[in-house]
T-cell receptor, first 111, second 116 residues
Framework: QKEVEQNSGPLSVPEGAIASLNCTYSDRVSQSFFWYRQYSGKSPELIMSIYSNGDKEDGRFTAQLNKASQYVSLLIRDSQPSDSATYLCAVNTASYDKVIFGPGTSLSVIP | NAGVTQTPKFQVLKTGQSMTLQCAQDMNHNSMYWYRQDPGMGLRLIYYSASEGTTDKGEVPNGYNVSRLNKREFSLRLESAAPSQTSVYFC???????????????FGPGTRLTVL
């Protein structure tokens, strides 16, 4: 079983809709979770971090964490074409010095 | 602040050639990382340095060496390049907050390496 799994996509949503990106992880001791956005040909950019169960909102983005189910998600409200990118889920390891990245989900927002 | 910088941006090597990828950060971060990214594989950790003077292997260290020159700089060396090392290489830095389990990483622009 891979340590961090994501649906590869592509996920297509119409402009203005809610995009839902999902991530599962295998290490129960993980405490911190991160979402990165990566535009084609660019480097990953941190958009959200979460470490408590529940929801964390930042503008149009909401991260949701359920440690019991080992599940973290990212919701993007009012999706815009500029949100079209690959979204990487990352999970810290027990040593805290490293994080493990998922393979990423490609999101396409259709005007 | 420039954040994390990497040189070169592009490089083409022949099999067997050597080269060093340079990375520097100006955020006073303790930890630095080298990743490679291949299509469908996500980001894979090559080596990391938790603090100045220390380095540790990541998931895919074979064929690479690293040097943490000082707190700002972390270089990656390919001693004898192979076609399998064709990839995009990213350097990242962070200041892990162990008590909170946080490790927010900031990435450089990447180096696109082709080995023929």
């Amino acid at each position: 079983q891979k340590e961090v799994e994501q649906n590869s996509g592509p996920l297509s949503v119409p402009e203005g809709a809610i995009a839902s990106l999902n991530c599962t992880y295998s290490d129960r001791v993980s405490q911190s979770f991160f979402w990165y956005r990566q535009y084609s040909g660019k480097s990953p950019e941190l958009i959200m971090s979460i470490y408590s169960n529940g929801d964390k909102e930042d503008g149009r983005f909401t991260a949701q964490l359920n440690k019991a189910s080992q599940y973290v998600s990212l919701l993007i409200r009012d999706s815009q074409p500029s949100d079209s990118a690959t979204y990487l889920c990352a999970v810290n390891t027990a040593s805290y010095d490293k994080v493990i990245f998922g393979p990423g989900t490609s999101l396409s927002v259709i005007p | 602040n420039a954040g994390v910088t990497q040189t070169p941006k592009f490089q083409v090597l022949k099999t067997g050639q050597s080269m060093t990828l340079q990375c520097a950060q100006d955020m006073n971060h303790n930890s630095m990382y080298w990743y490679r990214q291949d299509p469908g594989m996500g980001l894979r950790l090559i080596y990391y340095s938790a603090s100045e003077g220390t380095t540790d292997k990541g998931e895919v260290p074979n064929g690479y060496n690293v040097s943490r020159l000082n707190k700002r700089e972390f270089s990656l060396r390919l001693e004898s390049a192979a076609p399998s090392q064709t990839s995009v290489y990213f350097c990242a830095s962070s200041d892990p907050r162990r008590g909170m389990g946080l490790n927010e990483q900031f990435f450089g622009p990447g180096t696109r390496l082709t080995v023929l």
